[in-house]
């Protein structure tokens, strides 16, 4: 027979095992939220768009897919933390099978690795009071060589601005075959030392502009000998993991190989796929490398964007602070003018064509990859605009200069309010 004081402790261990039944479950509902940043997909006219002029966009890129410009691309379009189009085109694949593309497909980013990973990684450590901008890269690589005034024989330090702005003054790239033939591949600490100690510094340094991989390779040294770990273990875990990023990494392995768009078929007859298109980085660096080496697919980088246009937090994720990210996208007052370059990005240089001619020149930035890559953020009204091509499959011959620029338009003229 169960006594009435019998009967209330095993409620009151019932109602205590429920509770923390509850608080388990409340633990992994908000764990896997918090594990999943991605954007939600809206309707176009729901953020003021027009689908109807966004569907401007299919026609010109099934245009490049049928010039063979192209085997295919995926396209998404961001308005605040909403991803409004979202669409494949074409093939991912065409040698040594054809293949459809899909949404899921996963790019080999090329130079918008340079946004993507080295320069959100690096803006970390100088908000975590790791480095300065106005630092002399020759603190952190004791070797690196200043810019010599061939007149006067005065020395002038390169800093970390000038490699972020690609206004060094080093040269725009150096051969990896014969970094190879020299020393062995990979050769990540000779390349470096070949760029502090034997790369030609061309003009003063913050007066002119040079886009070059050197520089980023020489901001992925810095940000290693300061942190400790290497560049893709540093971006995985700070900033690809904290936004939830699931498709995003350096070096893919496992799963993620399947939904590699390939690249430039070699001379094996075969393309590569999962392995970075870049010399540089692939035979030298071996896939972590500053300059290129990211994969990533277009609903990450939605995620990406969303986090920048909303000062450095997506979801609920931080990566950055608001005053950061406003210093990361904004021209220094130090370089000359018509250099054009934020800190990692493009603002209105030779180079930002793709923006289009509607996006506001200002307050844009952007960014291209060599393989077909690109993204076009509007700061002001907080639109992005992701393009991810192969084009240098199955064969590195066509360009998309032009493409780049008709969608850049096309969304820009798809806005309604």
């Not at 940043?37 to 953020?47: D, R, T």
């Not at 070059?212 to 770990?229: D, R």
Request: hydrophobic share 40%; charged share 20%.
């Amino acid at each position: 027979m169960i006594t009435s004081s019998s009967f209330f402790c095993i409620f009151a261990i019932a109602m205590k095992n429920l509770h923390s039944l509850l608080f388990v479950c409340c633990a992994v509902i908000l764990a896997a939220c918090s594990e999943s940043a991605g954007l939600q997909i809206v309707s176009p006219e729901s953020m003021g768009f027009s689908s109807k002029k966004l569907a401007q966009a299919d026609d010109v890129i099934y245009q490049s897919i049928e010039n063979k410009e192209i085997p295919g691309a995926v396209l998404a379009v961001v308005k605040d933390d909403k991803i409004v189009y979202l669409k494949a085109y074409g093939n991912k694949s065409l040698v040594p099978t054809v293949e459809p593309m899909t949404i899921e497909t996963v790019f080999d980013l090329a130079s918008v690795s340079k946004c993507v990973g080295t320069t959100l990684s690096f803006m970390q450590i100088v908000e975590n009071g790791k480095v300065r901008i106005t630092d002399n890269v020759k603190m952190y690589i004791p070797d690196f060589a200043p810019w010599v005034d061939p007149e006067t024989g005065e020395k002038i330090d390169i800093t970390i601005r000038d490699l972020l702005t690609h206004s060094s003054g080093l040269e725009a790239y150096t051969n990896a075959n014969t970094m190879v033939e020299r020393f062995g591949s990979p050769c990540p600490d000779s390349l470096m030392r070949h760029i502090a100690t034997e790369i030609k510094r061309t003009f003063k340094p913050g007066t002119d502009f040079t886009y070059s991989c050197l520089n980023f390779i020489t901001l992925q040294n810095i940000l290693q000998n300061v942190t400790g770990e290497k560049l893709c273990d540093y971006a995985k875990k700070n900033v690809f993991d904290v936004l939830g990023l699931k498709h995003t990494t350096y070096i893919p392995t496992g799963e993620i190989l399947s939904l590699c768009a390939p690249t430039e078929v070699q001379a094996d007859g075969k393309p590569l796929l999962g392995t970075v298109h870049d010399p540089l980085a692939n035979i030298c660096n071996g896939g972590n490398s500053g300059n290129a080496g990211v994969f990533s697919n277009a609903e990450d980088l939605a995620v990406v964007c969303a986090a920048i246009m909303n000062g450095g937090a997506i979801n609920g994720h931080r990566i950055l602070s608001p005053l950061t990210v406003k210093t990361m996208t904004t021209v220094p007052s130090e370089n000359a003018p018509h250099i054009g370059r934020a800190l990692g990005w493009d603002v209105y240089s030779d180079y930002s064509w793709h923006r289009g001619d509607i996006f506001d020149r200002a307050r844009t930035i952007c960014h291209t990859g060599y393989t077909g890559t690109e993204l076009v953020i509007d700061l002001e009204n907080k639109i992005a605009v992701i393009l991810l091509t192969n084009r240098v499959h199955p064969q590195d011959k066509n360009s998309v200069s032009r493409l780049r620029a008709l969608v850049s338009n096309i969304v820009a003229g798809a806005v309604t309010e």
